[in-house]
């Protein structure tokens, strides 16, 4: 018989269903999905260090604490030649990491747990920022849920941009950003 987790969120039913931790509205942790690995690989260091800080930069003046930016999916050339990059931008930790598969960053996170297995500490081992995801950007227009968030999107907000890798800027982040402000959660509840 499997283990099965069920994702929990506090929630406080008198302010209409928002999280009773804060503002709601405003997005602390996001992710990026962006990309190919192979457009990763095509990318010099230069111009991953120009794309790290400018959408560093547009998270932390919205106030990200954490964004993360993954491809879309894996490709057979740039899978090997494609590492971890990490930096922060004026308190926004920005990290781009290469593994497309979700369901193995999962299990590799619960296969090296030294701790009990909880909610908690799987958030820890495969988020790494703090909490749960407030925002997913999809570069591409196209609806389709990436396979590297598998445990993210359980109260994430969904926002599709028409743009592609080459074309990202702060600019996307910012409206992206603008739309989830306006947006009424609701992790799962209904308002009447």
């Keep these: 018989m499997g283990v099965v987790f069920r994702r929990r969120r506090s929630i406080d039913i008198a302010t209409g269903g928002r999280e009773n931790t804060g503002d709601s509205s405003r997005a602390r942790r996001l992710i990026l999905v ?13 111009e991953w260090s120009s794309r790290l800080e ?33 930096v922060r931008v004026d308190g926004c930790r ?7 598969d979700g369901r193995a960053n999962l299990v590799d996170a619960i296969n090296e747990m030294s701790e009990p297995i909880s909610e908690e500490s799987i958030q820890k ?3 790494a920022s703090g909490g749960d995801v407030d925002l ?4 591409g227009g196209s609806p389709v849920l990436p396979k590297a968030l598998v445990w993210e999107l359980a109260y994430a907000e969904l926002v599709y941009v028409d743009a592609n890798w080459t074309t990202l800027s702060g600019e996307h982040v910012r409206r992206s950003l603008d739309e989830f402000a306006v947006r009424q959660r609701r992790f799962g509840g209904v308002t009447e």
């Design 34 to 46: 962006a990309g190919s690995l192979d457009e990763w690989a095509d990318f010099s260091e230069a």
């Design 125 to 127: 081992m495969v988020g």
């Design 94 to 100: 920005v990290v781009a990491d290469p593994r497309p």
């Design 54 to 86: 400018t959408v560093g930069a547009a998270g932390a003046a919205a106030g990200i604490e954490s964004l993360r930016i993954v491809p879309v999916a894996g490709d057979r050339r740039g899978s090997s030649s494609v590492v971890r990059r990490e």
């Design 136 to 139: 997913v950007i999809v570069l």
